[in-house]
């Protein structure tokens, strides 16, 4: 590049300088007479009788006058003859004085033609100035065209190839020139391309792995806790019988422990699942009334209270993953709030709402756009043991059913309100 552009410049400068150089020298030819042939005319016109050499003869470079010595005109080769001594001084001509035998028989006055011959080189440099602009014009007009194919386009194409590949667009290959300067660049482009797809597809694989292993545990926890469970129940049963308070609140302690470890592993399992795309969720045209039951399941310690009934109509649900949603929604309450739970319901056109209303003292207002995030919990529940997962897979599950969530403070406490689609 560096040396095209020095081999350009030259170029410029000696198309610019050239006409210049050829009008100074066409000058000083034309204001250059041949002596020897000036010498040869004066030989000739001595020699003659009549002091008569005719320009043709010669031929001679140059138009002249010839008088005798009286100052007469003899001969001129040119129409604008200088016909005195006089006139020939003021025009500067080159005036001979001509003899015969050791006498002065006349002058030869040679023309100066050099103003004329001026406008004939100042018009020809014109001519030759303008072809040099010319030609400059489209020297750096090729340069700026091979620039452009060579370099800028090239580099655009580079630059749009990078953005792709920064936007995850890892299909599309560069195509490789390697006439352009970036041609060695590209193939060294297109192969970290590939090697980014191939770690990408590695980095997807891996992260498989590991949500199937989450995915496995959870499941494989899930079968010793509801071992734990079951046995609690059972010593809880045998130490109401023996009236055993104390041996009685710590089983209850178990069987409660128990029940968070199974919620916490229900939610893990869900997101992995959801993550996987394997968890499923069959939305079917459902009667309303089986979401108070789905409700009263999810209530074990019996906080929440109806001051309405809710509507007999015609939903969508999968009663599973509606199931899943209540619980993850009335153990938040059980666990950061533990008042009592109002349940409230209306129905617009669209939808059947649920609202299920605490009095826990709600989430500070600039953390409320984000507690349905993955991993996301408020401020104000720190020292209380939980992953962030229960809102994110009630908002998840509540999609995949074609419905709604809706998170806000009322009253002092924390609201949920869910949107069930109406068949």
């Given at each position: 590049m560096?040396?095209?552009?020095?081999?350009?410049v030259?170029?410029?400068?000696?198309?610019?300088?050239?006409?210049?150089v050829?009008?100074?020298?066409?000058?000083?030819k034309?204001?250059?007479?041949?002596?020897?042939?000036?010498?040869?005319?004066?030989?000739?016109?001595?020699?003659?009788?009549?002091?008569?050499?005719?320009?043709?003869?010669?031929?001679?470079?140059f138009?002249?006058?010839?008088?005798?010595?009286?100052?007469?005109?003899?001969?001129?080769?040119?129409?604008?003859?200088?016909?005195?001594?006089?006139?020939?001084?003021?025009?500067?001509?080159?005036?001979?004085?001509?003899?015969k035998?050791?006498?002065?028989?006349?002058?030869?006055?040679?023309?100066?033609?050099?103003?004329?011959?001026e406008?004939k080189?100042?018009?020809?440099?014109?001519?030759?100035?303008?072809?040099?602009?010319?030609?400059?014009?489209?020297?750096?007009?090729?340069?700026a065209?091979?620039?452009?194919?060579?370099?800028?386009?090239?580099f655009?194409?580079m630059?749009?190839?990078?953005?792709?590949?920064?936007?995850?667009?890892?299909?599309?290959?560069?195509?490789?020139?390697?006439?352009?300067?970036?041609?060695?660049?590209?193939?060294?482009?297109?192969?970290?391309?590939?090697?980014?797809?191939?770690?990408?597809?590695?980095?997807?694989?891996?992260?498989?792995?590991?949500?199937?292993?989450?995915?496995?545990?959870?499941?494989?926890?899930?079968?010793?806790?509801?071992?734990?469970?079951?046995m609690?129940?059972?010593?809880?049963a045998?130490?109401?019988?023996?009236?055993?308070?104390?041996?009685n609140?710590?089983?209850?302690s178990?069987?409660?422990k128990?029940?968070?470890?199974?919620?916490?592993?229900?939610?893990?399992?869900?997101?992995?699942?959801?993550?996987?795309e394997?968890?499923?969720?069959?939305?079917?045209?459902?009667?309303?009334?089986?979401?108070?039951?789905?409700?009263?399941?999810?209530?074990?310690?019996?906080?929440?209270?109806y001051?309405?009934?809710?509507?007999?109509c015609?939903?969508?649900?999968?009663?599973?993953?509606?199931?899943?949603?209540?619980?993850?929604?009335?153990?938040?309450?059980?666990?950061?709030?533990?008042?009592?739970?109002?349940?409230?319901?209306?129905m617009?056109?669209?939808?059947?709402?649920?609202?299920?209303?605490d009095?826990g003292?709600?989430v500070?207002e600039?953390?409320?756009?984000?507690?349905?995030?993955?991993?996301?919990?408020?401020?104000?529940?720190?020292?209380?043991?939980?992953?962030?997962?229960?809102?994110?897979?009630?908002?998840?599950?509540?999609?995949?059913?074609?419905?709604?969530?809706?998170?806000?403070?009322e009253?002092g406490?924390?609201k949920?309100?869910?949107?069930?689609?109406l068949?």
């Amino acid at each position: 590049m560096k040396k095209s552009l020095i081999y350009i410049v030259i170029i410029t400068v000696i198309l610019m300088l050239l006409p210049p150089v050829i009008r100074d020298f066409n000058k000083h030819k034309a204001s250059t007479l041949d002596v020897v042939e000036v010498n040869q005319l004066v030989s000739e016109i001595e020699k003659s009788d009549s002091l008569i050499v005719s320009k043709s003869s010669g031929p001679y470079s140059f138009n002249y006058t010839i008088l005798d010595k009286d100052g007469k005109i003899i001969y001129s080769s040119t129409v604008d003859e200088a016909n005195s001594i006089v006139t020939a001084t003021k025009n500067r001509d080159t005036i001979r004085d001509l003899y015969k035998d050791g006498e002065q028989v006349g002058w030869l006055i040679i023309h100066n033609e050099i103003s004329e011959l001026e406008a004939k080189i100042n018009q020809y440099y014109a001519k030759m100035y303008v072809l040099s602009l010319i030609a400059v014009l489209v020297l750096w007009l090729g340069y700026a065209a091979f620039i452009y194919f060579r370099v800028i386009r090239p580099f655009d194409k580079m630059r749009d190839f990078a953005s792709a590949v920064a936007a995850g667009d890892l299909d599309k290959p560069l195509e490789m020139d390697r006439k352009n300067i970036f041609g060695a660049f590209t193939e060294s482009f297109d192969i970290m391309r590939d090697e980014l797809a191939i770690a990408r597809k590695r980095e997807y694989e891996a992260n498989v792995s590991k949500r199937e292993l989450v995915a496995q545990l959870s499941h494989d926890i899930k079968t010793p806790v509801a071992s734990i469970k079951a046995m609690s129940e059972v010593l809880e049963a045998k130490s109401m019988q023996a009236q055993d308070d104390f041996t009685n609140s710590k089983v209850k302690s178990i069987g409660a422990k128990a029940d968070q470890i199974d919620a916490l592993v229900n939610n893990l399992f869900a997101s992995t699942l959801k993550e996987l795309e394997q968890l499923e969720v069959n939305a079917i045209e459902t009667e309303s009334t089986v979401i108070k039951t789905l409700i009263e399941n999810a209530d074990y310690a019996s906080k929440v209270e109806y001051t309405e009934e809710i509507p007999g109509c015609l939903v969508l649900l999968d009663k599973l993953r509606a199931g899943q949603v209540f619980t993850n929604i009335i153990y938040n309450s059980y666990k950061y709030a533990n008042t009592k739970i109002k349940l409230t319901t209306h129905m617009d056109e669209e939808f059947l709402y649920i609202s299920l209303a605490d009095k826990g003292g709600g989430v500070p207002e600039d953390e409320l756009p984000f507690v349905m995030e993955k991993f996301r919990r408020g401020s104000n529940a720190k020292g209380i043991e939980g992953s962030g997962l229960g809102l994110n897979i009630s908002r998840n599950l509540m999609q995949d059913m074609k419905g709604m969530i809706i998170c806000e403070n009322e009253d002092g406490g924390f609201k949920v309100t869910l949107g069930f689609k109406l068949s």
